[in-house]
């Protein structure tokens, strides 16, 4: 089964560098899903799901509805954080 992951963007190379570092470790199953500071069309879906999980700063991930938090991201290596969360 595939996991939900919510990747929330503020237009800066690092939030390019994270979505590419994620969609390169999710599954084929998986289901990404991008809000963009830059669409204008998403950004009030994308302030209310932003809210509805806490999250404070982007760039952001969500799997299957929780925050990865800042501090796991910033740890160092995003690739290990994200492996070790999809395999939960």
């Known amino acids: 089964m595939g996991k939900t992951i919510e990747i929330f963007k503020d237009g800066s190379p690092q939030s390019d560098a994270l979505e590419a570092q994620v969609r390169a ?13 830059g669409s ?3 950004e009030a879906k994308m302030q209310a799901k932003a809210a509805e999980y806490g999250i ?7 799997l299957d509805g929780k ?3 800042p501090e796991q991201l910033n740890k160092g290596n995003v690739a290990q954080v994200v492996r070790s969360l999809f395999h939960k």
């Open 25 to 37: 470790l999710a599954c084929p199953r998986c289901s990404i899903l991008v809000y963009d500071t």
């Open 40 to 42: 204008p069309d998403l």
């Open 56 to 62: 404070e700063s982007l760039p952001a991930v969500t």
């Open 67 to 69: 925050a990865v938090t």
